[in-house]
């Protein structure tokens, strides 16, 4: 990780009097960059992807994901009331992205679990804040009150259709000294205003700060623990003996 030198003297200050900080944080969805595309010449597939992408474009902004984070552990979910929404669309919003189910992440061990149900099963995915190689930048800029930075990564996709690298785009702010952020990201010296991959941006909408002891993280512990690599291999023999029946 790259880290400027004066990004590390404001780091040291702001910690000197917010070690205490807990929070739960509010983030949306914005799909305005996002395009589905098809190699498909069939107009009514492009008609019913455009009605798609209309439909997340809408419904990103009417779900509301949390960020529950102390000192040590975050945790990362949609809002409970629309978990119980039998909306089709909504939940299409919710899970594109690879953001389906709920994200936990401790500073300590430096363990991140997706818990998500797939293929019928419910499954806890694990990976590493290691994984996660950012770079941070010289360029800031001002998001709401805060003064943010930004910092740069790469994921790597794997799925049925072959291997992917994506960049992530992530702007922090040392001034909430928390190192999270939206689906399991973070490692940052300070909390992720906004989350830009796969031309997906989680954008935080409320900040809600609390003091020791207020926010309870609660790591998941229900599902088939299983790392990345063996999650997409299920995923691939699942997806060929589909395809064979």
């Known amino acids: 990780m790259k880290i400027n030198i004066f990004l590390i003297i404001i780091i040291f200050n702001v910690s000197l009097y917010s070690q205490d900080i807990q929070g739960v944080f509010t983030y949306k969805k914005d799909f305005s960059d996002f395009s589905l595309s098809t190699s498909k010449n069939d107009s009514l597939i492009k008609f019913k ?29 949609v809002n409970d009331i629309l978990t119980k929404d039998n909306d089709k669309s909504k939940k299409y919003a919710i899970g594109i992205g690879d953001t389906k189910g709920v994200f936990y992440v401790n500073l300590d061990s430096k363990e991140i679990l997706n818990k998500k149900e797939s293929y019928g099963q419910l499954f806890l995915v694990k990976s590493s804040l290691n994984d996660k190689l950012w770079n941070i930048t010289n360029e800031s800029k001002k998001i709401g009150n805060y003064n943010c930075f930004k910092a740069t990564s790469e994921k790597i996709v794997e799925n049925s259709k072959g291997t992917f690298k ?3 785009e992530a702007w922090f702010t040392t001034e909430i000294p928390l190192n999270f952020g939206p689906a399991g990201y973070g490692g940052l010296p300070g909390l992720i205003i906004e989350l830009k991959f796969q031309n997906i941006r989680f954008y935080l909408t409320k900040i809600e700060l609390k003091r020791q002891n207020e926010v309870n993280v609660k790591k998941p512990m229900k599902g088939k623990l299983v790392t990345i690599k063996e999650f997409n291999k299920i995923g691939k023999e699942i997806t060929k003996s589909f395809r064979r029946n």
């Open 166 to 168: 994506h960049h992530i």
């Open 49 to 77: 992807m455009n009605n798609l992408l209309k439909v997340l474009v809408e419904n990103g902004s009417s779900v509301d994901f949390i960020l529950k984070a102390n000192k040590k552990e975050s945790l990362f979910f």
